[in-house]
């Protein structure tokens, strides 16, 4: 398996977050300290961009081409559509978007200027989760939120360093890392109430670099990106090495599966000095078929 970048797409200081919307047939990524939200429709080759006032970790789908964030701020809808006149943005000349308005859905430790929310997706009942990161060292710990169909916001997993991959192989399981501790854990997920217990962990110390975002294909295996690890690695659930897409690049933060037929992975990737192709978006086929992304079941419309 071999990752090209994608034609047109910029190079971001720190691109995460891909993920794709079946109902749009579009991929949306971000760039956390760029503050931009990115997508792209590969049936027709459309790109689009929005600027934002705040840093954003994550984004999943919501509906009519809306899009929910978890930002520095805590968790905001934006609509893309909002700006037409910018909705067609040329990636080769790669000119600010103009700043998008968002819509605050539920603040999240507003007390904590030093801190942002980083990876999340949405769980298989359609409720958000995105982990909360100390901006600067020494990192303590923050915490995994839960954003409910009606706004509300619950912790559900406390002590974490910087939160990133999270994985449902079945509704009441959840693969989840956080990076610094080289392990991808198997936690129970009760439908309601925090996360936990720990069931079982992988140690994946012995790879190359860092654990950072990941996602499931259709057989449950786990494909996750390393940083500093200039790869993808496919994983067993027992642990097991089955596949590696290597990259031109050192810092791999994310991956998704999308496309019509969901047989894509776009991996996401960011900037460094020695690497021309850092902070592009790399696509990879031959990886197999995805699951499709959950979209967040939230507030009604008009909202």
Known sequence: MHAEPVDRTPHLTLGEGPTWDAVAQRLYWIGI???????LEPAT???GARTLDT?????????????VLATARGF??????ADPEAAD???????????ARTTLVAPVETDRPDRRMNDGKCDPYGRLLAGTMQLEEPRRPGSLYRLEPDGTVLPVLDGLAIPNGLA??????LWYID?????????????????????????????PGWPDGMTLDADGNLWVAFWDGAAVHCLSPAGRLLATVELP??????????GADLDTLYVTTASSPDAAASGLLFSVRGAGGGRPAQPWAGLAPGR
Do not use: K, N
């Open 45 to 47: 080759g459309l790109q």
């Open 55 to 67: 840093m954003p970790g994550t984004l999943a789908p919501y509906r009519d081409r809306q899009v």
């Open 249 to 258: 690049v050192p810092r791999v933060t994310s991956c998704a599966f999308g």
């Open 179 to 207: 990076t610094p501790t080289r392990r991808i854990d198997l936690f129970a997920y009760p439908e309601h109430g925090p996360v936990g217990p720990l069931i079982r962990s992988l140690d994946v110390s012995h790879l």
């Open 168 to 173: 449902w192989p079945e509704p009441d399981r």
């Open 89 to 99: 943005t040329d990636a080769d000349a790669d000119p600010a978007p103009e700043q």
């Open 76 to 81: 905001e809808l934006l609509d893309t559509e």
């Open 33 to 39: 300290p760029d503050r931009r939200v990115q997508w």
